[in-house]
């Protein structure tokens, strides 16, 4: 089968492969272990963003700066947003009830989750693998959009159990 040629030299290969993550990862624990200095009066609190933070205020800073982000970088969650306000819109022109009202006020707010949380992930895994590909990052990608689009469908279908009796019956009234 083997020659005890090629198994050596494949075990070659595995160890120097294994040698260079090794390597890699001394580099990386290298860079996250370094201390940094606390931060003066001018300085950037965004770059002490991996310590807690110091005050809510601060907490709270950091967690719009996520929400903004997303919007300004991830088209979907635009998307996303102006068929909420739409969806909210609607809700005051056909005169939802209340109870309604708040499903769909939930709904949004779990596909706008979805896809903060999509944002996270992606941006996590492109950290982790760099340039390079590897399926299991493709796996990871493909499930966190799966997962937005299975909240954008629960959406849709939400919306159509809630608003769909409402506009029949303006249908009905318009027609008659």
Not at 8 to 27: I, M
Not at 62 to 84: D, E, K, L, S
Not at 152 to 164: G, H, N, R, S, Y
Request: hydrophobic content about 50%; glycine content about 6%.
């Amino acid at each position: 089968m083997f020659s005890r040629d090629s198994q050596s030299r494949d075990s070659e290969v595995t160890h120097d492969g294994d040698r260079q993550l090794a390597d890699h990862s001394k580099k990386v624990s290298a860079e996250v272990a370094k201390p940094v200095e606390r931060f003066s009066a001018g300085e950037d609190l965004r770059s002490q963003s991996w310590q807690i933070a110091p005050d809510l205020f601060t907490s709270f800073r950091y967690a719009w700066a996520g929400i903004a982000y997303a919007f300004q970088t991830q088209r979907n969650f635009r998307v996303h947003m102006g068929v909420g306000i739409l969806a909210i819109i609607l809700c005051w022109a056909l005169n939802v009830g209340t109870v309604e009202i708040a499903v769909i006020c939930l709904t949004i707010g779990a596909v706008l989750v979805m896809e903060i949380l999509n944002t996270a992930l992606e941006s996590l895994v492109d950290l982790t693998v760099g340039q390079t590909y590897h399926e299991l990052a493709k796996v990871a990608k493909d499930c966190a959009a799966g997962a937005v689009l299975m909240s954008a469908i629960v959406a849709l279908l939400i919306a159509a159990l809630i608003f769909v009796p409402p506009l029949w019956d303006n249908l009905h009234i318009y027609l008659a």
